[in-house]
């Protein structure tokens, strides 16, 4: 018996929408448009909510970028537990929503594995940040978000540390896990699965428009499918997202913990 005939919703959905979208396959112009359109509205949240907002209280842009995040994430998070309610009658993101969760690995063996991915993502995406540095200042100068530029701390300029602290104490929670976490459900668990006329491509199909659906620092997408790719890659072939949620919300959470420390004990 395959993953989808264990994860099959339970009856047919009568909404169309709903079984469009809870379908086995999509169709590449829909899975497209489910990849990017997420961040273009991100984007339009941070300009209009965001932005205003942070401006307003005097706080760093980081700020605005959750907020944005915020606003768009979290109603598509509620949108997985509709679609549950669909298919299932009940709100969750089972019932064929949300799927690579048969956990074909005990949990010790899917923590070391976890860690092993968490470590890669972590340690590669820093190394990294000299690609980022070179593709922004070769290709996206014109880009004309506040804070955008090539440093991964260009937020922090021009404020107080109480005020830095505060945010990343606010916010730090959303974007170090939760809001990571929204994304794998989303990216690997509902929007990966349904590719299977791709085959063996669907992993870097869906790594290359997860790293482009980052429109607010989109320099980064030659590192991001590198870092992104052996990770998205094992959930494709295991059926077991776990894995990214260690590699993407887990390594998040690392380094948040580990520069608010730095930041706080003055080693940054």
């Given at each position: 018996?395959?993953?989808?005939?264990?994860?099959?919703?339970?009856?047919?959905?009568?909404?169309?929408?709903?079984?469009?979208?809870?379908?086995?396959?999509?169709?590449?112009?829909?899975?497209?448009?489910?990849?990017?359109?997420?961040?273009?509205?991100?984007?339009?949240?941070?300009?209009?909510?965001?932005?205003?907002?942070?401006?307003?209280?005097?706080?760093?842009?980081?700020?605005?970028?959750?907020?944005?995040?915020?606003?768009?994430?979290?109603?598509?998070?509620?949108?997985?537990?509709?679609?549950?309610?669909?298919?299932?009658?009940?709100?969750?993101?089972?019932?064929?929503?949300?799927?690579?969760?048969?956990?074909?690995?005990?949990?010790?063996?899917?923590?070391?594995?976890?860690?092993?991915?968490?470590?890669?993502?972590?340690?590669?995406?820093?190394?990294?940040?000299?690609?980022?540095?070179?593709?922004?200042?070769?290709?996206?100068?014109?880009?004309?978000?506040?804070?955008?530029?090539?440093?991964?701390?260009?937020?922090?300029?021009?404020?107080?540390?109480?005020?830095?602290?505060?945010?990343?104490?606010?916010?730090?929670?959303?974007?170090?896990?939760?809001?990571?976490?929204?994304?794998?459900?989303?990216?690997?668990?509902?929007?990966?699965?349904?590719?299977?006329?791709?085959?063996?491509?669907?992993?870097?199909?869906?790594?290359?428009?997860?790293?482009?659906?980052?429109?607010?620092?989109?320099?980064?997408?030659?590192s991001k499918i590198i870092f992104l790719l052996p990770g998205i890659w094992f959930v494709?072939?295991?059926?077991?997202?776990?894995?990214?949620?260690?590699?993407?919300?887990?390594?998040?959470?690392?380094?948040?913990?580990?520069?608010?420390?730095?930041?706080?004990?003055?080693?940054?």
């Amino acid at each position: 018996m395959n993953e989808t005939q264990l994860e099959a919703p339970k009856a047919r959905p009568t909404n169309r929408f709903a079984a469009k979208l809870l379908a086995d396959k999509h169709s590449i112009p829909l899975s497209i448009a489910l990849h990017l359109v997420p961040g273009a509205l991100i984007v339009a949240a941070y300009a209009w909510i965001g932005a205003p907002i942070s401006r307003a209280i005097g706080a760093p842009i980081f700020a605005a970028w959750a907020i944005g995040l915020m606003v768009v994430l979290f109603p598509l998070w509620f949108g997985l537990f509709w679609l549950g309610k669909q298919a299932t009658g009940k709100y969750t993101m089972g019932g064929g929503v949300v799927r690579y969760r048969d956990k074909p690995f005990t949990r010790g063996k899917i923590t070391l594995i976890g860690i092993g991915f968490l470590l890669y993502m972590a340690i590669v995406s820093l190394s990294l940040a000299p690609l980022d540095t070179w593709t922004y200042d070769t290709f996206f100068t014109w880009v004309t978000f506040e804070g955008s530029g090539s440093s991964g701390t260009t937020y922090l300029d021009a404020y107080s540390k109480e005020t830095i602290v505060t945010t990343m104490l606010i916010f730090g929670a959303f974007t170090g896990f939760l809001l990571p976490l929204i994304e794998e459900y989303y990216f690997r668990g509902f929007l990966l699965p349904r590719l299977p006329q791709l085959g063996r491509w669907a992993p870097l199909f869906n790594t290359v428009l997860f790293s482009i659906y980052h429109f607010w620092a989109i320099w980064t997408v030659p590192s991001k499918i590198i870092f992104l790719l052996p990770g998205i890659w094992f959930v494709w072939g295991k059926h077991d997202i776990r894995a990214s949620i260690w590699m993407h919300p887990g390594s998040a959470l690392l380094m948040t913990v580990i520069g608010t420390t730095l930041y706080l004990t003055g080693a940054m």
